[in-house]
């Protein structure tokens, strides 16, 4: 049995659910393990979806406001660093995963005047910015980043602030999620979340409040 859901705007998470760059980040995690001592199994478990630094003040115990920034700022320009090597060297790198190019062409259509979409993402706008344009991504004017934010994921404050950007309550909106902490700020915000399996087992998605569960986004 198929499921409509009906919205005014959509809201896409970026990493894990547009594109794919967890094999990259891990790399990075375990270039930055040989200088601060981390649980890399832990942090792979419980990072997916939180602002890089949110991460590095948990787990490498970085609380300068300074010095957290600048961290954030290396670790991020480590993993595009690192994509750029992998994408040279015919590895892969950071990819466009299946079905986004399409929907989001789809929505950038010149005779789709009215549709509304953002991405909502907990990276900073440096990175964003720099991936959505190697993989020249379909554009749009409404980028909400780690940068815009004071609460990141599950709070719900960054989707919030997305649909506001679209002129738009939450309820209007879509979510498209892939890590459970951000389909828990979605289901938070009030917004209808459909979660993608593009980062976790199904099993992993059910019973946090998505209202649809993908594959990804070609479903």
């Given amino acids: 049995m198929s499921t409509t859901i009906r919205a005014s705007g959509i809201l896409f998470d970026l990493d894990g659910t547009l594109i794919s760059s967890t094999p990259v980040c891990e790399a990075v995690w375990h270039q930055w393990a040989k200088q601060y001592p981390v649980n890399l199994e832990e942090v792979f478990k419980t990072s997916h979806g939180i602002r890089t630094r949110d991460l590095l003040r948990y ?22 660093l690192e994509s750029q090597r992998l994408a ?8 466009l995963l299946p079905g986004v190019e399409k929907m989001l062409l789809s929505l950038s259509s010149p005779a789709d005047d009215n549709a509304r979409w953002a991405i909502v993402t907990s990276a900073t706008n440096a990175y964003a ?10 554009k749009t004017s409404h980028l909400i980043t780690a940068d815009e934010v004071t609460r990141g994921k599950p709070h719900p404050e960054p989707y919030i602030m997305g649909a506001a950007a679209l002129g738009l309550h939450p309820t209007e909106c879509v979510v498209f999620e892939d890590a459970p902490t951000g389909i828990k700020a979605g289901v938070s915000s009030g917004a209808k979340v459909i979660a993608v399996c593009t980062s976790h087992p199904r099993t992993a998605l059910e019973g946090l409040g998505a209202h649809m569960i993908v594959d990804d986004l070609s479903s």
Avoid: Q
């Fill in 88 to 95: 040279r060297e015919g590895e892969g790198g950071i990819t």
């Fill in 129 to 138: 910015t720099n991936a959505i344009n190697t993989l020249d991504l379909p």
């Fill in 59 to 80: 787990w490498l115990k970085i609380t300068d406001p300074i010095a957290l920034e600048a961290a954030t700022e290396k670790f991020e320009s480590d993993v595009l």
